[in-house]
T-cell receptor, first 115, second 111 residues
């Protein structure tokens, strides 16, 4: 079955450490997104990519970095510059062009906590 | 800019009650509209969608109609169940493929 796989489900970060969250999709979608969700809050866009080797900052990109070397993969790195990284991170993908009206498909999320 | 406004929660209903969650939007052009549902500890799942004015999206007993004249996309269900307890997000997708989410409305259904 097609879908989005995020790993790990739970992740712990030590002070000063960078951590990378994995997101893989086999839906053949061009666009991929990373969101942050804090308890009781909505989704805030961190980064998005509409095509391989290209990505744009979202509303809260500071302290995060991404890469898009393959269509299927869009990993997110939470750097030590992100001082409050504890949150639930969601990856999503969607079709483009003639599929622009298609919804986003979401992974099951990664919960990141500070040790 | 584009935005989505949802009614504030949490909403608590008894089983078999009627549900309405209000959603209004501001957007240029003709966005597509979506309702997503999030169960505890999980990602978001698409509940229903509408891509043009007067379209009605429906799924699992939930319905919402794209009202361009009132810029609204209210979610309704005639008889809620305990299993409907979740957080519901209204969202719009613009012609530039940007997705705007509302803040979410938490629903608790009690037996």
């Amino acid at each position: 079955d097609g879908g989005i796989t995020q790993s790990p489900k739970y992740l712990f970060r030590k002070e000063g450490q960078n951590v990378t969250l994995s997101c893989e999709q086999n839906l053949n979608h061009d666009a991929m997104y990373w969101y942050r969700q804090d308890p009781g809050q909505g989704l805030r866009l961190i980064y998005y990519s509409q095509i391989v080797n290209d990505f744009q900052k979202g509303d809260i990109a500071e302290g995060y970095s991404v890469s898009r070397e393959k269509k299927e993969s869009f990993p997110l790195t939470v750097t030590s510059a992100q001082k409050n990284p504890t949150a639930f991170y969601l990856c999503a993908s969607s079709g483009q062009g003639e599929w622009a009206n298609q919804p986003q498909h979401f992974g099951d999320g990664t919960r990141l906590s500070i040790l | 800019g584009d935005s989505v406004t949802q009614m504030e929660g949490p909403v608590t209903l008894s089983e078999e009650a009627f549900l309405t969650i209000n959603c209004t939007y501001t957007a240029t052009g003709y966005p597509s509209l979506f309702w997503y549902v999030q169960y505890p500890g999980e990602g978001l799942q698409l509940l229903l969608k509408a891509t043009k004015a007067d379209d009605k999206g429906s799924n699992k007993g939930f319905e919402a109609t794209y009202r361009k004249e009132t810029t609204s996309f209210h979610l309704e269900k005639g008889s809620v169940q305990v299993s409907d307890s979740a957080v519901y997000f209204c969202a719009l997708k613009t012609s530039y493929d940007k997705v705007i989410f509302g803040p979410g409305t938490s629903l608790s259904v009690i037996p």
